[in-house]
């Protein structure tokens, strides 16, 4: 399979994938617009023979929009698929929190802060929100006083539940428009994406921490 070809299947694929979970229309039409006018002009019989009429300008300006766009899209989604009636008193940020506290006895302000990649200040305030909300407990280590521990109560276990559903749903719409072949594609794909976050975030908490000891 040549460089070409891969391309224009990933694209393809692209552009199936937005189907899943996406309830922007307007964006749906413009996404899917974009991937197939680039693949016709890119792609076509004559233009495949010339490797110099490919335009990869035009190729990384089409996956940049969908990028962009998918990702404001699932938070968008997330947020009103999660935030029912019976959890309308907290955000799609809380129900985030109440995930990196996990169930059991929970954990300690500083692990589940690093679970998010926030400080324990910005940690607490949300805490303190959830806590007279009832979604949540704080209590402190009996070893070390210092050291504040949070867990959930029975109202954060089931948002921690109904937050879990949802994404085991939306993992699954995903797997079942997949062909056993296609899913190395995806997660190759995904990994790439995560890759490039998690470099980022170091990168950025790097220069962060040199700028603070210049100062």
Not at 58 to 79: C, F, H, K, R
Not at 118 to 134: D, E, F, H, R, W
Not at 198 to 211: A, H, I, L, N, V
Request: net charge neutral; aromatic share 6%.
């Amino acid at each position: 399979m040549n460089a070409s070809v891969g391309c224009k299947q990933n694209l393809k694929y692209i552009s199936t994938k937005l189907s899943v979970k996406c309830k922007c229309q307007r964006i749906q039409k413009e996404c899917r617009s974009r991937l197939t006018s680039l693949t016709k002009n890119v792609y076509n019989e004559k233009q495949v023979k010339d490797e110099g009429a490919v335009r990869m300008s035009d190729v990384y300006a089409t996956i940049n929009y969908v990028l962009v766009n998918l990702i404001n899209e699932i938070w968008e989604v997330e947020g009103k698929a999660i935030i029912t009636d019976e959890f309308k008193d907290i955000t799609n940020n809380d129900m985030h929190v109440i995930e990196a506290i996990g169930l059991g006895e929970g954990n300690n302000m500083s692990t589940i802060a690093k679970k998010l990649n926030i400080t324990v200040g910005s940690l607490t305030t949300a805490v303190n929100s959830l806590v007279k909300k009832g979604y949540v407990d704080r209590f402190r280590s009996k070893e070390d006083r210092r050291v504040v521990y949070v867990r959930l109560l029975e109202k954060g276990e089931n948002a921690y539940h109904h937050h879990e559903d949802y994404h085991k749903q939306m993992t699954q719409a995903i797997v079942d428009k997949l062909d056993e072949s296609e899913i190395p594609v995806l997660l190759k794909t995904l990994d790439a994406l995560t890759g490039f976050f998690t470099d980022y975030t170091r990168e950025s908490k790097g220069k962060s921490s040199d700028s603070m000891d210049k100062e």
